[in-house]
Nanobody, 124 residues
Framework: QVQLAESGGGLVQAGGSLRLSCAASGRAFSGFTMGWFRQVPEKDREFVAGISRSGLRTYYADSVKGRFTISRDNAKNTVYLQMNSLKPEDAAVYYC?????????????????WGQGTQVTVSS
């Protein structure tokens, strides 16, 4: 079992920045591929970014490429999502997820564990 807890969400003006954190406890964190997803009401969950177990490989949704950066610190059992140049359309509940099925996973169904989410609101 892995428990995930997101933090760092909040209200920010368009063009601003936020850094989300996801702290993991339980099984060895370094054995999991980590991902960030987001969801707004009445829409499907959307992949945002992913990072391999080692942290050497990262991948992003086109909508956030160049603005968001995912990183991880395996010594601290934490994955981060640095979000810059935020837009109103980035507003959502952001979830982190952990999975062990592969190093590149953009489908939420491939992940095994999920956090409770943190709200990001972007004012225009």
């Amino acid at each position: 079992q892995v428990q995930l807890a997101e933090s760092g969400g909040g209200l920010v003006q368009a063009g601003g920045s936020l850094r989300l954190s996801c702290a993991a406890s339980g099984r060895a964190f370094s054995g999991f591929t980590m991902g960030w997803f987001r969801q707004v009401p009445e829409k499907d969950r959307e992949f945002v970014a992913g990072i391999s177990r080692s942290g050497l490989r990262t991948y992003y949704a086109d909508s956030v490429k160049g603005r968001f950066t995912i990183s991880r610190d395996n010594a601290k059992n934490t994955v981060y999502l640095q979000m810059n140049s935020l837009k109103p359309e980035d507003a959502a509940v952001y979830y982190c997820a952990a999975g062990y099925k592969g190093d590149v996973m953009t489908d939420g169904n491939e992940y095994n564990y999920w956090g409770q989410g943190t709200q990001v609101t972007v004012s225009s």
